[in-house]
């Protein structure tokens, strides 16, 4: 049977998408190469002519699942018919940017031989993301809902700091300590936008009316 010759966009774009629900559906650590190369029915050297290794490939599907974050972001933040608050509720309702997908990609950045690429794709998440979220808080400004001095650097503080205190267990806190310090995160967000208290009361519905600080929507 002749082998099917394909654009080698399209011959990448395949691989990184079989990778990726192979991942998902097997596991990182226990998806190999062959089992990838087999599942594509490439030859192992058109595999490796695209990605070295497995983790170039998870490099790939990281990069992509970013570049979506991004592209949404940039939608919303865009939208003229919302407000700065909307916009915010949009992105970070539930303290989560992006959908159900970036948790299993993020699982597998958790993995120790990931350490690299998941400490570079949170500073590529805060570089990327940060100018859009300064713009939203611009117009917060301009709407009254916000107050502060530098929006570009404020966020960039926030979001360094939410990255890393609430990233995939590395300080080992509980259900409840990581509950509260999502709590305390909506607590300083509205501090340092200097938003009134509740405004973002979005990032932790379920919590917040657990803990008797139910507020309305808008």
Request: negative net charge.
């Amino acid at each position: 049977m002749a082998r099917i010759v394909k654009d080698p966009d399209e011959r990448r774009a395949e691989i990184i998408e079989t990778a990726d629900r192979m991942f998902r559906t097997h596991g990182y650590a226990k998806c190999s190469v062959e089992m990838i190369i087999r599942e594509i029915g490439v030859a192992k050297g058109t595999f490796y002519y695209y990605f070295k290794s497995k983790p170039e490939i998870l490099r790939a599907i990281v990069d992509k699942m970013l570049d979506q974050i991004v592209e949404m972001a940039e939608a919303v933040a865009g939208d003229s018919s919302l407000t700065a608050l909307q916009k915010m509720e949009a992105l970070l309702g539930n303290s989560h940017i992006g959908g159900d997908d970036s948790f299993d990609v993020a699982e597998m950045l958790h993995l120790p031989e990931n350490r690299e690429l998941h400490e570079l794709t949170n500073i590529q998440t805060i570089l990327r993301l940060s100018p859009i979220l300064a713009s939203i808080v611009k117009q917060g400004v301009a709407e009254g809902d916000f107050d502060v001095e530098r929006p570009l650097e404020t966020i960039q503080f926030l979001f360094t700091g939410a990255q890393f205190l609430t990233d995939g267990g590395m300080f080992g806190f509980t259900e409840p300590e990581m509950r509260d310090r999502r709590l305390a995160m909506q607590t300083v967000i509205e501090k340092a936008l200097g938003a009134k208290p509740g405004s973002f009361h979005f990032m932790n519905p379920t919590w917040a009316m657990e803990e008797g600080h139910e507020h309305a929507h808008p």
